[in-house]
T-cell receptor, first 112, second 114 residues
Framework: GDSVTQMEGPVTLSEEAFLTINCTYT??????LFWYVQYPGEGLQLLLK?????DKGSNKGFEATYRKETTSFHLEKGSVQVSDSAVYFC???????????FGQGTRLTINP | DTAVSQTPKYLVTQMGNDKSIKCEQN?????MYWYKQDSKKFLKIMFS???????INETVPNRFSPKSPDKAHLNLHINSLELGDSAVYFC?????????????FGPGTRLTVT
């Protein structure tokens, strides 16, 4: 079945550092890919998405590019802030599916 | 106004008890979901409803019974609680059951079974 694998956390960075959180997936056909963010004590929020190969999703300075050849959707940000501290989830919605499949989440902590 | 709300936020109970978690959305969405997030933050879908009809039941034990009295509500009743049921339960909603519609999540209910 469809699955998503994220890099193990936790990840701790200093403010203004460059961020990469790796995400790879297994799915048949052409799934749609997502990054969700969960701030402390809150539910998940959609951060960005890409629905076809080579699409780049972007929001709040975060970017991720749908790479079909490497089955990846890595999340990047050029300069992180303390307010970016949260848990980040990579997810996919398979072709013809009726549900999101999530990765295990990566906890990110940004120190001032 | 809160888009997707859940009550209670915290629930502590003993093994063997029966408990319910309520979810309401005021977004006018047709589709609602229940997810379970375990202690390692792994998030997995349990159920989805579309226009009050059960669409997905992800091999969840029969002790879990969702009920959708109308499109704005999806409650989760759990019988004979077990230690392994301890988790954070999230409700979510979307405009429809296709990928183009974003899912909106509630704040979660942290269930602790002792």
């Amino acid at each position: 079945g469809d699955s998503v694998t994220q890099m193990e956390g936790p990840v701790t960075l200093s403010e203004e550092a460059f961020l990469t959180i790796n995400c790879t997936y297994t799915a048949t056909g052409y799934p749609s890919l997502f990054w969700y963010v969960q701030y402390p004590g809150e539910g998940l929020q959609l951060l960005l998405k890409a629905t076809k190969a080579d699409d780049k999703g972007s929001n709040k300075g975060f970017e991720a590019t749908y790479r079909k050849e490497t089955t990846s959707f890595h999340l990047e940000k050029g300069s992180v802030q303390v307010s970016d501290s949260a848990v980040y989830f990579c997810a996919l919605w398979g072709e013809g599916a009726q549900k999101l499949v999530f990765g295990q989440g990566t906890r990110l902590t940004i120190n001032p | 106004d809160t888009a997707v709300s859940q009550t209670p936020k915290y629930l502590v109970t003993q093994m063997g008890n029966d408990k319910s978690i309520k979810c309401e959305q005021n977004l006018g969405h047709d589709t609602m979901y229940w997810y379970k997030q375990d202690s390692k933050k792994f998030l997995k879908i349990m159920f989805s409803y579309n226009n009050k009809e059960l669409i997905i039941n992800e091999t969840v034990p029969n002790r879990f019974s969702p009920k959708s009295p109308d499109k704005a509500h999806l409650n989760l009743h759990i019988n004979s609680l077990e230690l392994g049921d301890s988790a954070v339960y999230f409700c979510a909603s979307s405009q429809g059951l296709v990928i183009v519609y974003e899912q909106y999540f509630g704040p979660g209910t942290r269930l602790t079974v002792t």
